[in-house]
């Protein structure tokens, strides 16, 4: 096989093993349409990361931390549903993204950002998305027990002493790094759907979170390995094929008959 | 047991949440070892109040002070979990489990939910999950349970058996209970001290007294009679629609 499709399988594999745990959360939490919004002012972050003349990668982080913050703000003085206001910070930071690239004159391939360019992963990108994929993994790991306790029940854990606040915002950090570092693989349009879709499939097949959350890493890999030998197989587009083929993952999931998975009637929900 | 040790000390607070103010002038003591149950009519500033002695908001004006590494285990009113978390009860437990936690095999079985340790948490029913979050505030071994409205989505026979429970539980932990109810009587025998609040409190003592006391009378007999608009009162005070006080002559603070 071609060198580019080592490295698109790499760094695919690399974003899929993060997107799964973080996607879990995302599910618990009822957060799908909050990445949404996250990834969508990703492309705000690369216009910033360009007029400054930063790493992009870094631009797109802090961007995205700032949004998630704002969002926090916005929601405790709660003028407007949730939902509202996702919905119009997802579109109008977007729409300022696609514009300020378009007014900074520089030729930049908005497409790719849109949809993802897999198969022009560059080594120095890998580096980015594998020191991403090292440090979410490495914050999941040594946070896991707090994060699960605000999952649970978020008064719950207030009253019992977590610092509930500050770990919201690392869960927004980690999501803004997931986002960072996947914009190169699914696009900003498809990034939650990486993180959800795997995460929805798993919870079908397991009984734990921790269970949950690694499966779904499984299931986020063999995704990105169909997806890729389809795209370059068919030549279709590789952010879409990974997204499509991680859908077949999950439909598969659920027509796996309840009795092959050995639990009680009524877990899978 | 009853040692006059006392556990939280609450001096006049008030809490103004979006301009209304849902706790008025409250001063409360709770001493080791007691049951002290909270009641009121919906929307009286009961859960209110247990919020701001969790520390989960902060009175308006006030103090409340509690005594140096305070114990709390708390029972919220419901949880909050989304059904995608694959957890069963024994895992559920584990994730509020401290160094200092008692067992979970113990918790459950003070609780008599032992049997229920391997269940997801999506298949157990209100009762059942009244207990598994009992359980989980006795992990603490705690020297205070705050139990916000214990018996919700339980019927009338698990009630009883869950007050009996509550009982049993402060005898076996020598803890205070701090709990919120809608029902004098069903709590009655299972508590040391009532505590009738509606923003204010507007009496307190013994279940036996304060269910003879008038104002106890005129605030859950208005709710019984809510066809009728007039309701005669006998007592120091009355409430508006807001239910501020509007005769304000003397009437019982703590």
Same mark, same amino acid.
């Given at each position: 096989?071609?060198?580019?499709?080592?490295?698109a399988?790499?760094?695919g594999?690399?974003?899929?093993?993060?997107a799964?745990?973080?996607?879990?959360?995302?599910?618990?939490?009822?957060?799908?349409?909050?990445?949404?919004?996250?990834?969508?002012?990703?492309?705000?972050?690369i216009?910033?990361?360009?007029?400054?003349?930063?790493?992009?990668?870094?631009?797109?982080?802090?961007?995205?931390?700032?949004?998630?913050?704002?969002?926090?703000f916005?929601?405790?003085?709660?003028?407007?549903?949730?939902?509202?206001?996702?919905?119009?910070?997802?579109?109008?930071?977007?729409s300022?993204?696609l514009?300020?690239?378009?007014?900074?004159?520089?030729?930049?391939? =908005?497409?790719?950002?849109?949809?993802?360019?897999?198969?022009?992963?560059?080594?120095?990108?890998?580096?980015?998305?594998?020191?991403?994929?090292?440090?979410?993994?490495?914050?999941?790991?040594?946070?896991?027990?707090?994060?699960?306790?605000?999952?649970?029940?978020?008064?719950?854990?207030?009253a019992?002493?977590?610092?509930?606040?500050?770990?919201?915002?690392l869960?927004?950090?980690?999501?803004? =790094?997931?986002?960072?570092?996947?914009?190169?693989?699914v696009?900003?349009?498809?990034?939650?759907?990486?993180?959800? =879709?795997?995460?929805?499939?798993?919870?079908?097949?397991?009984?734990?979170?921790?269970?949950?959350?690694l499966?779904?890493?499984?299931?986020?890999?063999?995704?990105?390995?169909?997806?890729?030998?389809?795209?370059?197989?068919?030549?279709?587009?590789?952010g879409?094929? =990974?997204?499509?083929?991680?859908?077949?993952?999950f439909?598969?999931c659920?027509l796996?008959?309840?009795?092959?998975?050995?639990?009680?009637?009524?877990?899978?929900? | 047991?009853?040692?006059?040790?006392?556990?939280?000390e609450?001096?006049?607070?008030?809490?103004?949440? !979006?301009?209304?103010?849902?706790?008025? $002038?409250?001063?409360?003591?709770?001493?080791?070892?007691e049951?002290?149950?909270?009641?009121?009519p919906?929307?009286?500033?009961?859960?209110?109040?247990?919020?701001?002695?969790?520390?989960?908001?902060?009175p308006?004006?006030?103090?409340i002070?509690?005594?140096? !590494?305070l114990?709390?285990?708390?029972?919220?009113q419901?949880?909050?979990?989304d059904?995608?978390?694959?957890?069963?009860?024994?895992?559920?437990l584990?994730?509020?489990?401290?160094?200092?936690?008692?067992?979970?095999k113990? *918790?459950?079985?003070?609780?008599?939910?032992?049997?229920?340790a391997?269940?997801p948490?999506?298949?157990?029913? !209100?009762?059942?999950? $009244?207990?598994?979050?009992? *359980?989980? *505030?006795?992990l603490?071994?705690?020297?205070?349970?705050?139990?916000?409205e214990?018996? $919700?989505?339980?019927?009338?026979?698990?009630?009883?058996?869950l007050?009996?429970?509550? #009982?049993?539980?402060?005898?076996?932990?020598?803890?205070?209970?701090?709990?919120?109810? %809608?029902?004098? #009587?069903?709590?009655?025998?299972?508590?040391?001290?009532?505590?009738?609040?509606? #923003?204010?409190?507007?009496?307190? !003592?013994?279940?036996?007294?304060?269910?003879?006391?008038?104002a106890? $009378?005129e605030?859950f007999?208005?709710?019984?009679?809510?066809?009728? *608009?007039?309701y005669?009162?006998?007592?120091?005070?009355? %409430?508006?629609?807001?239910?501020?006080?509007v005769? #304000?002559?003397?009437?019982?603070?703590?």
């Open positions: 096989m071609a060198d580019f499709i080592w490295h399988l790499l760094a594999i690399g974003v899929a093993l993060i799964g745990p973080l996607g879990s959360f995302v599910v618990w939490r009822r957060m799908s349409y909050f990445g949404d919004t996250l990834a969508h002012s990703a492309l705000l972050g216009a910033l990361g360009i007029a400054l003349d930063m790493n992009l990668n870094i631009a797109v982080i802090i961007c995205c931390v700032l949004i998630a913050v704002t969002l926090v916005l929601q405790q003085h709660r003028f407007i549903s949730t939902d509202t206001l996702l919905g119009i910070l997802a579109h109008s930071t977007l300022l993204g514009i300020s690239i378009g007014l900074l004159g520089v030729r930049v391939d =908005i497409l790719s950002y849109l949809f993802g360019d897999l198969l022009t992963v560059t080594n120095s990108e890998l580096i980015w998305i594998f020191t991403g994929t090292v440090a979410v993994s490495t914050l999941l790991i040594i946070f896991w027990r707090p994060l699960l306790a605000i999952t649970i029940d978020e008064e719950m854990a207030q019992e002493g977590y610092p509930v606040t500050l770990i919201r915002l869960l927004m950090l980690l999501m803004a =790094i997931v986002i960072a570092v996947a914009m190169k693989i696009g900003v349009l498809l990034i939650t759907s990486l993180m959800i =879709i795997p995460a929805a499939a798993a919870r079908r097949l397991t009984k734990s979170p921790e269970s949950m959350a499966t779904a890493s499984v299931l986020g890999c063999i995704a990105v390995i169909l997806g890729i030998l389809a795209s370059v197989e068919w030549d279709t587009a590789t879409p094929s =990974i997204v499509l083929a991680a859908a077949v993952v439909v598969g659920y796996i008959p309840t009795h092959y998975l050995g639990k009680p009637k009524g877990e899978a929900g | 047991m009853n040692s006059p040790k006392k556990l939280v609450i001096d006049n607070i008030n809490v103004i949440l !979006g301009g209304n103010c849902v706790i008025d $002038q409250v001063s409360l003591n709770i001493q080791a070892g049951i002290v149950t909270l009641i009121g919906n929307g009286a500033g009961k859960s209110t109040l247990i919020r701001a002695i969790l520390g989960l908001l902060k308006s004006s006030g103090k002070k509690t005594a140096p !590494g114990r709390i285990g708390y029972m919220p419901r949880l909050q979990m059904r995608t978390i694959p957890l069963n009860v024994q895992r559920f584990n994730v509020w489990r401290t160094r200092n936690s008692i067992s979970i113990t *918790a459950l079985k003070h609780v008599s939910a032992e049997h229920l391997m269940r948490m999506q298949e157990i029913s !209100g009762g059942e999950l $009244q207990r598994i979050l009992l *359980a989980r *505030a006795l603490r071994n705690p020297q205070l349970l705050v139990l916000d214990p018996v $919700q989505g339980v019927d009338m026979q698990g009630q009883t058996e007050y009996q429970l509550i #009982h049993e539980i402060r005898n076996l932990y020598h803890c205070a209970v701090l709990m919120v109810s %809608h029902d004098l #009587h069903l709590v009655m025998s299972s508590t040391d001290r009532v505590i009738c609040m509606n #923003h204010h409190i507007c009496c307190s !003592g013994h279940p036996e007294s304060v269910s003879n006391d008038p106890y $009378q605030l007999g208005k709710e019984a009679v809510e066809s009728i *608009a007039l005669a009162h006998h007592h120091d005070h009355s %409430h508006d629609d807001t239910g501020k006080v005769d #304000h002559s003397e009437h019982l603070h703590g």
